[in-house]
């Protein structure tokens, strides 16, 4: 059996628990493995992660000054942008590793690539964190705290769950039931030559 999603988790968990000992969207990322291994790839994707949602949160003060909502809104989608490369360099190291793989005649293709759906691994990863926190605070009632571990429990059911769907889908394409594609997002927005607000000041 795989254990790829497994050995995710536990990189994204050491990722997420690293960010908040500063909890600092400027904070270096200091990735601890090796360079060029996946787990150095996983560090680094859930590290982007965990900076973007901490940005989202921060875009979200109603108090915030207009220009710096503007400066924030800016960096999300450059790190959309990193995230959304991040996902497919992955996908292309799946494709690479499975390139001598023979189909069989009957082999399916999944719904979304292993990458995409490490992708969501790697976002669990931070609810888990962010609903723990909310299920262990002291200064609300016990509505709220009910509410939380309820959540939490079923955040863990759901990583636990996706851990085993993608370990059988990279199973399936190393035993050629499965096969892969990358496909790239082709984001038109972030384009200067297709996004139209963009191009249009250049005439």
């Not at 996983?42 to 710096?68: G, S, T």
């Not at 082999?107 to 995409?116: D, G, K, L, V």
């Amino acid at each position: 059996m795989n254990n790829t999603a497994q050995l995710a988790n536990a990189v994204f968990d050491l990722s997420v628990t690293n960010y908040h000992k500063t909890d600092n969207v400027d904070a270096p990322c200091i990735n601890p493995y090796e360079r060029g291994t996946l787990e150095s790839i996983f560090y680094d994707k859930n590290w982007v992660d965990a900076v973007q949602w901490h940005l989202e949160d921060i875009i979200r003060d109603p108090e915030i000054d207009l220009r710096d909502a503007l400066n924030l809104k800016r960096r999300i989608d450059r790190s959309n942008q990193v995230r959304t490369d991040m996902v497919e360099d992955i996908d292309t190291w799946f494709r690479d590793l499975y390139k001598n793989v023979v189909p069989e005649q009957n082999a399916t293709i999944n719904t979304e690539s292993p990458a995409w759906a490490l992708d969501r691994l790697s976002i669990l990863a931070l609810k888990i964190w962010h609903m723990r926190e909310q299920a262990e605070r002291t200064d609300v009632d016990e509505a709220h705290l009910a509410n939380s571990r309820a959540k939490l429990a079923v955040l863990l059911e759901q990583r636990e769950d996706l851990t085993k769907a993608i370990d059988t889908l990279l199973d399936d394409i190393a035993a050629g039931r499965k096969y892969m594609k990358v496909y790239r997002q082709m984001k038109l927005y972030n384009d200067p030559t297709t996004n139209p607000v963009l191009y249009a000041k250049k005439k």
